[in-house]
């Protein structure tokens, strides 16, 4: 739990405990960096040091045992992914106790090297991708039998829980197919919108980049339509930040198309760097092929940026189309260029879409406008 990174759980616990101060919050996480100074909230850090199969373990005991000794009055279990579960919930073992779930997400892509790095943690051993890439087959097999086993307990955990709530109607489809309409609510996480500094796109030549360096998140595809544009910009530069697996990949291919020169490739940095450079950029380029949910567009849109982003599920929800911002097509560096070349053609249009944008961010996704709403279901389950 952080005031940084996303620092999602924290605002949230921040917002929803200012919401209902009469309401006592306790919280169980992996790692602290920091706790909201509200009185009523209390947070404990379970096995911080251990894998997150570990932690999930603790979670799971301290919750049981949090029900049977204290009875508290609402089991809420946050972020709940996609085929995930909770075995109290599905187990039954928190029936008398009124349970939600979310914001759940709908799943996303897992890339390859992403399975390599779980392996390495499960093990204690680093194994090269061509190793990993040829036990694949056994690999995906036994990741088969697992999932089997898993998608019943994610339904069983649907099903047991009195409420769910889900990041948007894109997501709220995909969980139709498990329980009843009338479970579901619709909520985003939010953003911590008065964090972020406004900025004036006009004023800047950069288009900002923001993720780990996987190959579901597109920086590829980036590379590529800024090769198209790179030369006709000659005053503009892209600005990636984040490190990963294909970080010296990314870099050989920028050097490969000859765009080393307006490309900086800047690692992973403080989050108030982050904040700055949002407030700095003409746009922030968001090309991902998959995503839970793209909390980084939040912060952009707060910083009063155009968010130029691949049409992934949710997207349009998000960002209205040449109002806040422009949405292209994934995988496809032809569209992503031409949205970048109007926004460095047209500054005025791009001021616009920035303004725009905050105010969307602070209308539907500030903390301090969805908060009231998650008390609203906690005093819906109450009176249940």
């Not at 005991?61 to 709940?80: A, F, G, V």
Request: proline share 5%; glycine share 4%.
């Amino acid at each position: 739990m952080s005031s940084n990174r996303y620092g999602k759980e924290f605002y949230y616990l921040k917002h929803l405990s200012e919401a209902s101060p009469d309401t006592q919050f306790k919280a169980f996480v992996k790692n602290i960096t920091d706790v909201p100074t509200q009185q009523n909230v209390s947070v404990e850090a379970l096995k911080p040091d251990r894998s997150r199969t570990r932690f999930r373990i603790e979670l799971f005991k301290q919750t049981y045992k949090e029900i049977n000794m204290k009875e508290p009055d609402i089991l809420h279990h946050m972020k709940l992914s996609f085929n995930s579960f909770n075995p109290i919930i599905a187990g039954g073992l928190a029936d008398e106790v009124p349970t939600l779930i979310g914001p759940a997400y709908p799943p996303h892509m897992v890339d390859k090297e992403a399975v390599r790095n779980f392996i390495n943690k499960l093990t204690g051993m680093k194994w090269s991708q061509k190793t990993v890439d040829r036990w694949r087959p056994f690999i995906d097999e036994t990741n088969g039998s697992i999932k089997y086993f898993r998608n019943k307990l994610f339904a069983q955990t649907l099903v047991k829980a009195d409420k769910i709530i889900v990041i948007d109607k894109a997501t709220k489809k995909m969980y139709e197919k498990f329980v009843p309409e009338y479970k579901l609510e619709v909520l985003p996480f939010g953003v911590a919108v008065d964090r972020f500094k406004i900025g004036k796109p006009s004023k800047s030549n950069d288009i900002v980049a923001i993720g780990t360096q996987l190959y579901r998140k597109g920086f590829d595809i980036l590379l590529e339509a800024w090769e198209r544009i790179a030369n006709k910009y000659p005053d503009s530069t892209l600005q990636i930040y984040g490190n990963g697996p294909l970080l010296e990949d990314n870099v050989n291919h920028a050097s490969n198309l000859g765009i080393l020169d307006s490309v900086y490739f800047n690692g992973n940095v403080k989050h108030a760097i982050i904040r700055e450079q949002l407030a700095n950029a003409r746009a922030f380029v968001h090309p991902t092929r998959s995503e839970a949910q793209a909390h980084v567009r939040l912060e952009a849109m707060a910083s009063g940026c155009p968010v130029i982003a691949s049409n992934i599920r949710g997207t349009t929800e998000m960002i209205r189309d040449g109002t806040d911002g422009l949405v292209v097509s994934k995988n496809s560096p032809q569209e992503l260029a031409n949205a970048v070349a109007t926004v460095l053609d047209k500054p005025n249009k791009s001021d616009m879409m920035g303004e725009r944008a905050r105010q969307r961010a602070e209308d539907k996704y500030s903390w301090t406008t969805l908060a009231p709403k998650f008390a609203e279901i906690y005093n819906d389950l109450l009176i249940k």
